[in-house]
């Protein structure tokens, strides 16, 4: 196994455990918040690992981006939609929704009513999920699965 294909496996399969996170934080959150539910050590911590979760996997994709095949910086890059997806694309839509993940926990840590803290979670790391997954059917790789 290439190294290549290691972290195309790993980074793979990783992405079931941070849209798992995330939605379960979604899940916790609008029940925290609609239901005016204490913001518990539990919240905290779920919201955290969720958090850490798309750390780790923009790290994977940072080492991935040097070693893939189809990330490739050329002037026919662009004119091709399967280069022009891995190497402009996918970064950016995925970075930008791990920004959204980390402005929503962030904010969350800040404010100070319970409410405050659900909402901003729900509301930050629904729309990174929204993000994520149309990133992954703009690939036109399986949404489940892996493709090598
Ligand atoms: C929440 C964040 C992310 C998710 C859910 C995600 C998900 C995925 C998925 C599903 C694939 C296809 C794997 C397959 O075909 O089996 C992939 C491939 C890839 N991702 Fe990400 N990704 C994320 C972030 C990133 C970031 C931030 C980068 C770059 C810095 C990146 C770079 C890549 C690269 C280079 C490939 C490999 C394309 C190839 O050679 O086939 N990813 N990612």
């Known amino acids: 196994m290439t190294a290549y294909q ?15 996170l995330v ?13 005016k539910k204490p913001y518990t050590d539990g919240s905290r911590k779920l919201n955290l690992f969720a958090m850490i979760s798309a750390h780790t996997q923009f790290l994977l994709g940072i080492i991935l981006y040097f070693l893939s095949p189809f990330v490739v910086f050329a002037k ?20 930008f929704a791990i920004v959204l993940i980390t402005i929503g926990h962030s904010k969350s840590k800040k404010a100070t009513l319970p409410e405050a803290k659900h909402r901003s979670i729900a509301v930050f790391y ?8 149309v990133a992954i059917i703009q690939s036109q ?8």
């Open 6 to 20: 290691f972290f195309l496996y790993f980074h793979s399969g990783f992405r079931y455990i941070v849209m798992v």
């Open 23 to 35: 939605l379960l934080a979604i899940l916790g959150a609008l029940a925290g918040w609609l239901g």
């Open 76 to 95: 026919a890059t662009m004119k091709d939609a399967t280069s022009r997806y891995w190497t402009v694309e996918h970064i950016a839509m995925m970075l």
């Open 126 to 133: 629904i729309l990174a999920l929204i993000v994520i997954a």
């Open 141 to 148: 790789r399986p949404f489940f699965g892996m493709s090598h």
